[in-house]
């Protein structure tokens, strides 16, 4: 079935450093890439997305890019601070995404020490 | 708007017992879905629906029983809870018919069989 692997599963950083989450998924029809944010014990809350008919997008600090040959797409936060330290969930859309659902990578627990 | 609203926020039964979690959008919001979210697995869809009267199984169906009477509601039934149903469930809504792919969480319901 379809599948979105995500690395690093934990990743520390310096204040002000830049951190990468990299996902990949398998379903080369999947056209719809969102990125969640969850803080210890809070709902996950949608912080970017991205559509296949763009390579990459960014808001303020945060930026996704999207590679579709390759089936892979990337979170970058620069200028991290420590409010920044939460899980991040990649997912991506079955199919083309009419349907509604969602298959959610594994989780990167972000840790920013300041 | 008041978005996703679960209840109860936390619940513990006993191995055997049966319960309804609750989940209510009032964004008008055609697809619901309910996830279990277990550390290290990320978020496993159970349920989901594209509209009133309408339901389909999701990646762990097994134990839970879904209905879709309204477009705003969109119940969880355990039918005799056993330990492995001990998770954090979240339930979720988008548009995608409108063009909105997100979605917004609920906050959670912990659960907890013993």
């Known amino acids: 079935g379809e599948n979105v692997e995500q690395h690093p599963s934990t990743l520390s950083v310096q204040e002000g450093d830049s951190a990468v989450i990299k996902c990949t998924y398998s379903?080369?029809?999947?056209?719809?890439f969102p990125w969640y944010k969850q803080e210890l014990g809070k709902r996950p809350q949608l912080i970017i997305d991205i559509r296949s008919n763009v390579g990459e997008k960014k808001d303020q600090r945060i930026a996704v890019t999207l590679n579709k040959t390759a089936k892979h797409f990337s979170l970058h936060i620069t200028e991290t601070q420590p409010e920044d330290s939460a899980v991040y969930f990649c997912?991506?859309?079955?199919?083309?995404?009419?349907?509604?659902?969602?298959?959610f990578g594994k989780g990167t627990k972000l840790s920013v020490k300041p | 708007n008041a978005g996703v609203t679960q209840t109860p926020k936390f619940q513990v039964l006993k191995t055997g017992q049966s319960m309804t979690l609750q989940c209510a959008q009032d964004m008008n919001h055609e697809y619901m879905s309910w996830y279990r979210q277990d550390p290290g697995m990320g978020l496993r869809l159970i349920h989901y629906?594209?509209?009133?009267?309408?339901?389909d199984q999701g990646e762990v169906p097994n134990g839970y029983n879904v209905s879709r009477s309204t477009t705003e509601d969109f119940p969880l039934r355990l039918l005799s809870a056993a330990p492995s149903q001990t998770s954090v469930y979240f339930c979720?809504?988008?548009?995608?018919?409108?063009?909105?792919?997100?979605?917004?969480f609920g906050s959670g319901t912990r659960l907890t069989v013993v």
């Open positions: 979720a809504s988008s548009s995608p018919g409108q063009g909105n792919y997100g979605y917004t």
């Open positions: 997912a991506a859309s079955i199919g083309g995404g009419s349907q509604g659902n969602l298959i």
């Open positions: 379903d080369s029809a999947s056209n719809y």
């Open positions: 629906s594209v509209g009133a009267g309408i339901t």
